[in-house]
Each structure stands twice: as structure tokens, then as C-alpha cells.
């Protein structure tokens, strides 16, 4: 029925007229594709333009009202004043410091996912083809509170991570660790490491996939070339494989940079009591009510991703994706 | 590569494969040993003894079927209305060329493409601007809204592979559109379907960022976990509440993969 569109004139009707509402449903759309194509995406385009666009517009409307500092009310006036407000040392520091966050957690997904991917693409056959990718697959799809709370557990100071150290004999370099400034604390899970490694683990498979699939498309024997004409490994790395997979990298890197920007969830659970963009949305919108305020910061992943995305674009990063 | 059958992988490349992919499960089997530990006030390694009584406990948690029941009825009519929105619009788009297409494309994708919290703040302002009050229909509203997405991405990958000629057959050997959808063009993209419903399940059952922003007061099972997690009350029913999610979420994924992986395009790959 969905083909209808693509035949340009009908012949005529050798076949006598079907009967009924449904008989002549079916032959109005067959005479005029048009219809239901219309039919076909009105659902769909309503939905998502009024439940999904319609409120983000208007919450990016919103960010160009401003909050009325004594009693608390929204002042829908137009003003920049909210954004002014966002240029506040203590509002710049969080954008910073979740734009720092996401670059390392990009950095450190992007090294961990190479040999993954470069493995499977290259040397798994199969059913070992298929247990990489299920390997993969799984840990993508299972839940994310889960995730977050195995790493509770693990990161815990009475947990398993302390444990294992001190069977090493090696609790005396978490500690050296634990009592530097900025990424210590008093445990891992109160501090930003931990941080850093749950955002690291939770979008570790949005990466390997894509650069799976931009390895895969390279052809073996440009690795054996490489290698015939007398490149180490290290060249054949640096100048033959690596910028064949970096639109996929680019590409994983969009998820791993976009979710690391929007997340509240994780440095609530694990991490210091310093504010990440997601989390200043949060408590703007709740308990300060301050819409305005919330708005515009959410403007900055937007704006952000934006120039991301055209970057990766210009790329090519989407036909890896 | 694959002319030469020599070809095994570095030793290097296979320790840091393998390290890379234990890196991804340790943690989540780690929560299967914890369902069981004796301990109660702390996350002790090694537990100190092992036990099954929590799961007693737990089953006997008014809450936590309350919560589930939420969850499974949220994440069935989402599902529902994604896999109606979805077909709709994976069919319009993959049989026909028309003026705005890339744009209905990205329309699909954007709630999945932006953070989780721009959906929610988004929703949630909407709510309150039209002053309409948390219920159960304003989770499905944004469960729905980003399970679109999963089944737009089967439905698309299974129309391109089905050859159009079949449905002209179709039509000139007599039957009507609504014969030919029924016949021919559903069992065609039944499985994909199902892959891609089952998918909007497991993401629709897990999904936490916008339903803090959409239940108001009410609890899923995520927003139960979550409370749990910030203000731990009883540890062990959380671990075996942590249990059986991973395998209700397992379950779905490892069908919606044997049921598409014969194509060009296996379901779950992006999520």
C-alpha cells in the first residue's frame, strides 16, 4: 500500500469496484497516494511536534524570562538578564568543569573501545562474532540504575575495589591517589575518579560500536600493505588505521559527549558535592523554582552538541553512525 | 585479512580485548553475588555469609510490586503507541519522497539525540504552562515520545529490504490495500516489529531522567531505585530489586537480536 506513491498514473481499473466503506478506502488511496501519505504521518508529526518541539519551545522561550529575586515570581518579560546570570563565576565554573568531565570521559571511552572494537572487527569469526557483539550489547541495554549502583558497591570503601588493593598490597597508592586535590576524596565514591570511571563504564558501548562499524569497513590487506612496506605496528596505527576509524570515533563520540553533558543522575549518586550542568538544571527547576534559569542552562548542551554535531558532520562521522 | 587464514591477534590487542569486555561485566555480575549476602548495613567484600531469605523479603514488599506493576503498564502502552507512531512513520519515509522528509527523520531521532534532561525540564515546564496535573498519562506521554525512535530504526531497516514488487504483485492479483497490509506487508515486517517493541520495552522499563521529571509523585521502578540509591533504606532488598531488573531488561534485548540478526541492520544498535 505504501507504494501507491511511487507509481506515477494508475492504469485504469480492470477489476470491477470493491464494495463497501473498505472497498472504496482502498480505492480512494490507491487514486490518491497523496492522502495517504498524509494519513500515514499525521499521527506521528503531531505527536511528536506538539508533545516533544512544542514543549521545547517553550522552555526556550522561558530562558528569555527572568525570576524576580524577592518574591520568587516569574516575570514574563523579554530580557537577556537570565543569561547574564549564567555568565556568573560560580555558573561558568560548572559548565567547565562538565565540559571537562565529558572531554576525559570521550578520551578514556575512545582508548578503552579501540582494542574492543579493532578485535572484533578484525579477528572474531562467527560465534565469536556474535558473542562480541552480544558482549557488547548487553551491558549497552542493561539498566542504567544498575549500573550505577554495581559501581556503588564496588567503589564502596569497605567494597570490593579496596579489598582487591589490599590483597595486592596496594592500598597505598589508592590512598596517594585518594589525597590529591580535585580528583580525591575520602573514598572513590565520594569523589570525582569515581565519577569519572561510572560515566566511563555507562557510556563505554555507545563508543565501540560505531568505531566497530568504521573499522569493519576497512579492508585487511591495508593493514598487510602497510606492514609489507616496512611500517612497525606503531606506524601502520598511527598513519593507516586511525584516521580510517576516527569518523567513528567522532561519531561514538557524540553519544559519549551529549550523555556526559546531560546527566545528573551519576554525579549525584557518585561523586563530590561540586555541580555538573545536569545537576544545576535540576535543583534550578525544583527546589529554586527558578525556571528561567534552568532553561538557560540547558541551553548549553544544546548549543554545545550543536557545534559538535556540525563538526562531526563535516567529518563525515554520520556515515559511521 | 580475510585472504590469509594465518591471521591471529596480537597478544597485547587480545588482553586489552578481553580486559575491555570484562571491564563491562564484572560489575553487573557483581550484583548477583550481592542478592545473596548476609550483610545488611553495608556493601562489605567479601560477604560474609550468603543467604536467599531476602527474596522472601522482597516479595512480600507492597512497594516494590507496586512499582513494578507501574512500570510494566507504562512500558506496555508506551510500547503500544511507539509501535503505532513508529510503523507510521518508518513506512511513510522509507516508500516515498517527499518535501521535508530529512527534517521528519531528525524530528524522530532528536529525543534520543538530546540530553535525557532536556526532554524532561522540557516536558515538565509544558506540563505545568498547561497546567495539567501528574498522572499516569504524563509518563507514557514521555516514555512514548522516545520509543518512537527504536521502532522507526527496525521498521525503516526491514522496509528497505523488502522488495516493493511484492506488494504490486499483491495488488494486481486482486487484493485491496487493507488485504495487502494484512497479507503481504505485515508478516514481512512482523518480526522487525516485535524487535523493535521489545526494545521499547526494555527502554521505556529502565528509562529514570525524564520520568523524575514526568511522575510527579508517583513510582516506577527506576524512580523507586533511585530513591533507594540516594536514601538507602533496606540494602539487600535493593540488591535483589537490582537482580531481577538486569534479567527482566536481559530478556527482551537477547530476543529483539535472534530475531533480527540475519539482517544488514541488527536491532540495538544504537539505543
Known amino acids: ?321 | 585479512m580475510r585472504s590469509d587464514g594465518s591471521s591471529s591477534a596480537p597478544l597485547g590487542l587480545k588482553v586489552a580485548a578481553t580486559g575491555g569486555l570484562l571491564f563491562l561485566h564484572l560489575p553487573i555480575f557483581l550484583i548477583f553475588i550481592y542478592a545473596f549476602t548476609t550483610e545488611e548495613k553495608s556493601f562489605a567484600w567479601p560477604p560474609p555469609g550468603l543467604t536467599t531469605q531476602w527474596f522472601a523479603v522482597t516479595w512480600n514488599r507492597p512497594d516494590v510490586w507496586e512499582a513494578l506493576s507501574l512500570s510494566v503498564r507504562v512500558a506496555a502502552i508506551s510500547t503500544l503507541v511507539a509501535l503505532v507512531l513508529g510503523t507510521l512513520c518508518a513506512a511513510a519515509v522509507s516508500r516515498t519522497r517527499f518535501f521535508g522528509r530529512e527534517t521528519i527523520s531528525l524530528l524522530v531521532i532528536l529525543p534520543i539525540a538530546l540530553p535525557g534532561i532536556i526532554t524532561g525540564i522540557a516536558l515538565r515546564s509544558a506540563f505545568s504552562l498547561a497546567e495539567i496535573p501528574f498522572s499516569f498519562w504524563t509518563i507514557v506521554l514521555g516514555h512514548a515520545t522516545f520509543c518512537v525512535v527504536v521502532v522507526y530504526n527496525n521498521a525503516v531497516a526491514r522496509f528497505r529490504r523488502t522488495s516493493g514488487s511484492m506488494i504490486e504483485a499483491s495488488m494486481d492479483l486482486g487484493a485491496d490495500g487493507f488485504q495487502t497490509f494484512r497479507h503481504v506487508v505485515l508478516p514481512n515486517i512482523a518480526t522487525a516489529l516485535l524487535a523493535g517493541g521489545m526494545l521499547a520495552f526494555a527502554l521505556s522499563f529502565d528509562e529514570v531522567i525524564v520520568t523524575t521529571f514526568t511522575a510527579g509523585q508517583q513510582q516506577t521502578l527506576p524512580i523507586w531505585m533511585l530513591e533507594e540509591l540516594i536514601r538507602p533504606r533496606q540494602r539487600p532488598v535493593t540488591n535483589v530489586v537490582a537482580m531481577v531488573v538486569v534479567l527482566v531488561t536481559l530478556l527482551p534485548i537477547l530476543v529483539a537480536y535472534y530475531l533480527t540478526r540475519d539482517g544488514d541492520q541488527i536491532a540495538g544498535s544504537g539505543k
Open chain 1, 1 to 321: 500500500m505504501t507504494l501507491t506513491a511511487t507509481q506515477a498514473k494508475p492504469a485504469p481499473a480492470l477489476l470491477p469496484r470493491a464494495g463497501g466503506v473498505r472497498g472504496a478506502l482502498s480505492d480512494l488511496f490507491w487514486r490518491r497516494p497523496k492522502l495517504l501519505l498524509l494519513l500515514m504521518l499525521l499521527p506521528p508529526v503531531l505527536w511528536l511536534g506538539i508533545v516533544y518541539v512544542g514543549s521545547l519551545l517553550a522552555l526556550l522561550l522561558q530562558s528569555f524570562f527572568s525570576i524576580d529575586e524577592f518574591s520568587g515570581l516569574i516575570n514574563r518579560q523579554f530580557t537577556l538578564k537570565t543569561y547574564g546570570d549564567l555568565l556568573q563565576a560560580a555558573n561558568l565554573d560548572i559548565i567547565l568543569r562538565t565540559v571537562t568531565m565529558a572531554a576525559l570521559v570521550t578520551l578514556a571511552s575512545a582508548i578503552i573501545a579501540f582494542p574492543i572494537a579493532y578485535y572484533a572487527a578484525r579477528y572474531a569469526r562467527g560465534r565469536w562474532k556474535a558473542l562480541f557483539y552480544l558482549g557488547v550489547m548487553l551491558p549497552l541495554w542493561s539498566s542504567y540504575l544498575v549500573k550505577i549502583y554495581a559501581w556503588k558497591l564496588i567503589l564502596a570503601k569497605e567494597g570490593i575495589l579496596t579489598w582487591l588493593l589490599a590483597k595486592l598490597h596496594l592500598l597505598w597508592l589508592l590512598d596517594g591517589w585518594l589525597s590529591l586535590p580535585i580528583v580525591g576524596g575520602n573514598s572513590l565514591s565520594v569523589s570525582s575518579t569515581g565519577t569519572f570511571i561510572v560515566f566511563v563504564y555507562v557510556w563505554l558501548p555507545f563508543m565501540i560500536l560505531p568505531v566497530q562499524a568504521a573499522l569493519e569497513r576497512v579492508p585487511g590487506n591495508l593493514v598487510e600493505a602497510s606492514s609489507d612496506l616496512g611500517a612497525s605496528p606503531g606506524q601502520t596505527f598511527r598513519n593507516v588505521l586511525f584516521p580510517l576509524a576516527l569518523p567513528g570515533i567522532v561519531a561514538g563520540s557524540i553519544f559519549t559527549f551529549s550523555l556526559t553533558l546531560g546527566d545528573y543522575i551519576i554525579p549525584q549518586i557518585i561523586g563530590t558535592s561540586r555541580l555538573f550542568i545536569g545537576q544545576a538544571v535540576y535543583s534550578q527547576q525544583g527546589t529554586a523554582g527558578n525556571i528561567p534559569l534552568a532553561a538557560a542552562f540547558t541551553v548549553v548542551p544544546i548549543v554545545i552538541m550543536g557545534f559538535y554535531l556540525w563538526g562531526a558532520k563535516r567529518m563525515g562521522a554520520f556515515d559511521a553512525l
